[in-house]
């Protein structure tokens, strides 16, 4: 079945980095789309950064351009999501997604990972 396995999430203090990583497996032959999710404690998921399988195009929304960078690596079984000038604002879950579409919203997500926690103090 498919397989989405995340790490890197941590405890940073704000201006601080991390790199959280998702690594697949499984059939996702049918997936052009794959990124990074994330929720806050009492806010809905937002998408924060996608990539396009084959052609490694990249989307990051405008609240966190400039300062989110997602990656693939050569297997394309990877992605990798560098976040710099990590703000309070920006604790939360992160989650691993495959996508069915480009448009980040929920109901275009076919697959979930089970998450990795980011907590940025101030």
């Known amino acids: 079945q498919v397989q989405l396995v995340e790490s890197g999430g941590g405890s940073v203090q704000t201006g601080g980095s991390l790199r959280l990583s998702c690594t697949r497996s499984g059939p996702t032959a049918d997936i052009s789309y794959w990124g990074w999710f994330r929720q806050a404690p009492g806010k809905q998921r937002e998408g924060v950064a996608r990539?396009?399988?084959?052609?490694?195009?990249?989307y990051h929304p405008y609240h966190v351009k400039g300062r989110f960078t997602i990656t693939q690596d050569d297997s394309k079984n990877t992605i990798y999501m560098q976040m710099n000038s990590l703000q309070p604002d920006d604790t939360a879950m992160y989650y691993c997604v495959l996508l069915r579409a480009p448009t980040m919203f929920k109901y275009n997500v076919a697959f979930w990972g089970q998450g990795t926690q980011v907590t940025v103090s101030s």
């Open positions: 990539i396009h399988i084959s052609t490694g195009i990249t």
